[in-house]
């Protein structure tokens, strides 16, 4: 019934919920085991099915109408739940404390407990003292074949408490946890060392900032040393990777005057890079780690980029976005005593830069993966925005040619034909005189297209982006593409008719049409 009538959940609580946990100290282990399952099962279909605890918490008058509303008194699975905590945590650890549990019970025992910390997260902070007791207790005792995956299953709880947790909960513990989780980080066997560098990821986020704590020195060194060893396990390197992005993000001060020789096993050019990648991306974000750093890891993901396939070159083209505004500084002007944020940017990327990288995003130009056309675009129109006068020459010896006919193309839609507009828009302002000759092209290869697989409404929309970035050209581009038609109004009563009749008698219709579209996309911001 648990598992096939979410719709009685209240009813359960009320009725079935107490009994179950009124068993939780069944003398029988099978039974008692079978309970906890039975009653993990309900967390599962909570979280489901249970709705939202925080819609008990909707203030006043501020509920929405309609038939599902219910009054404030109705009580809610989580409203239920919560009661009956306090009972549930306390019966369920006293059976897990005692230094004779099997390992099978202490596991079933940790499976529930984050199945009730994924329904309401921060339940079990009464219960420190006890939680911090039993995982100690497992975690002190070597992994053999028969307790591995009680030793994760403990791990993997502790991580989520962590996270679900305010660290008043738990500081008080560390001084206990600490030590045999530093244990686990050495084990032998991989999947426990993986899941207690993601535990110890989990404590660094939940503490951030974190500064100069000698735990975290030791768990850099240890994560260095998982890195440089070649016979780490893919898993243990991926943890140790996220880890290493962990520390500089939530203890930067730690971290920062370090030899840094983590990013030289990071950015490796062999085997799998994804995680790196995500590693470089997210550090970039948070933490100025430096501008020698920055330009090793932009000649790294260059390097990733010349790699066949494009399987994680996604991942590529994100961590570059990221990396190319690194370049740019935000300038503090301090005036007497205020400090005015003035967003004053001064580009810092190399003038060799888009000579290098240019060549290698060309290749990601075409109509074969319109994700990644979209995002070479964006890294293109990026660096003609934070460096136009070393990109522009580049961009219009090797990509405008090409672009020219990616503009023109039928298949070209969505995210992808927005990154063209945007190139476009930037590129007319990283050289005020070539918006005329960018139009002229875009028309000129749309004319010369088999017209199975041409859209013209692709290219007019094209040249509105160009006017609307340069709108002193805007005139001479109406003129231009009017003159092959005429306009009148006929008044009919009280109906207004439109006509078109041909101008000139060897007009192309295909440019016809072309100059109507350019004309109509032009008049939505004119």
Not at 362 to 388: C, H, M, R, W
């Amino acid at each position: 019934m648990i598992t096939t009538r979410p719709e009685l959940l209240v009813s359960t609580y009320q009725e079935i919920s107490p009994a179950l946990i009124s068993r939780f100290g069944d003398r029988e282990e099978t039974v008692r085991l079978e309970i906890w399952h039975t009653y993990t099962s309900l967390l599962k279909q909570t979280a489901i099915y249970g709705g939202r605890p925080e819609d008990e918490a909707t203030p006043r008058g501020k509920r929405k109408r309609g038939i599902d509303q219910t009054p404030d008194s109705e009580e809610t699975p989580y409203t239920l739940l919560k009661g009956q905590v306090p009972i549930l945590s306390k019966a369920l650890l006293n059976q897990l404390k005692s230094p004779k549990t099997s390992p099978i019970v202490l596991q079933t025992g940790f499976g529930l407990l984050k199945a009730l910390l994924i329904v309401l997260p921060g339940s079990l902070s009464p219960q420190i003292q006890l939680v911090t007791a039993i995982s100690t207790s497992i975690l002190s005792q070597p992994p053999s074949t028969s307790t591995s995956n009680l030793h994760l299953i403990t791990l993997s709880f502790l991580s989520l408490f962590f996270s679900t947790h305010a660290p008043s909960t738990f500081s008080s513990a560390l001084p206990l946890l600490i030590p045999v989780l530093q244990r686990s980080l050495v084990d032998r066997h991989p999947r426990v060392a993986s899941e207690s560098f993601r535990v110890f990821s989990s404590l660094l986020r939940s503490l951030k900032p974190l500064r100069f704590e000698s735990w975290v020195d030791q768990l850099y060194d240890q994560a260095v040393q998982r890195l440089a060893s070649h016979d780490t396990d893919a898993e243990v390197r991926i943890s140790a990777e996220e880890c290493i992005a962990d520390l500089w993000v939530c203890a930067t001060d730690n971290v920062r005057n370090r030899d840094r020789k983590e990013w030289g096993y990071i950015c490796r050019s062999f085997g799998k890079t994804d995680s790196a990648v995500n590693v470089v991306r997210r550090v970039a974000e948070e933490v100025r780690v430096g501008d020698d750093w920055v330009n090793d890891v932009v000649e790294w993901l260059i390097n990733l980029l010349k790699k066949s396939g494009r399987l994680g070159k996604a991942e590529v083209f994100s961590a570059l976005n990221v990396l190319l505004r690194r370049y740019v500084f935000l300038v503090l002007a301090t005036i007497g005593m205020i400090v005015d944020f003035c967003r004053s940017y001064i580009s810092g990327i190399p003038k060799d830069l888009p000579f290098h990288l240019i060549p290698q995003v060309k290749g990601y130009l075409s109509t074969a993966d319109f994700s990644l056309l979209s995002q070479s675009l964006n890294i293109v129109a990026l660096l003609l925005e934070l460096s136009p006068a070393s990109t522009f020459p580049e961009v219009e010896r090797s990509l405008l040619p090409d672009l020219y006919i990616i503009a023109y193309s039928p298949l070209i839609s969505g995210a992808a034909l927005e990154s063209l507009f945007g190139f476009f828009t930037v590129l007319v302002q990283a050289d005020n005189q070539i918006a005329s000759h960018v139009i002229l092209n875009l028309v000129s290869a749309v004319e010369k297209a088999p017209k199975t697989d041409a859209s013209p409404a692709n290219v007019a929309r094209c040249v509105a982006a160009t006017v609307k970035s340069q709108q002193g050209i805007a005139a001479g581009v109406i003129a231009e593409y009017s003159r092959h038609f005429q306009v009148r109004y006929l008044a009919d009563g009280d109906t207004l008719t439109l006509t078109i009749s041909q101008n000139v008698s060897l007009v192309k219709s295909s440019l016809l049409v072309l100059s109507l579209l350019i004309i109509g996309e032009l008049g939505r911001f004119m």
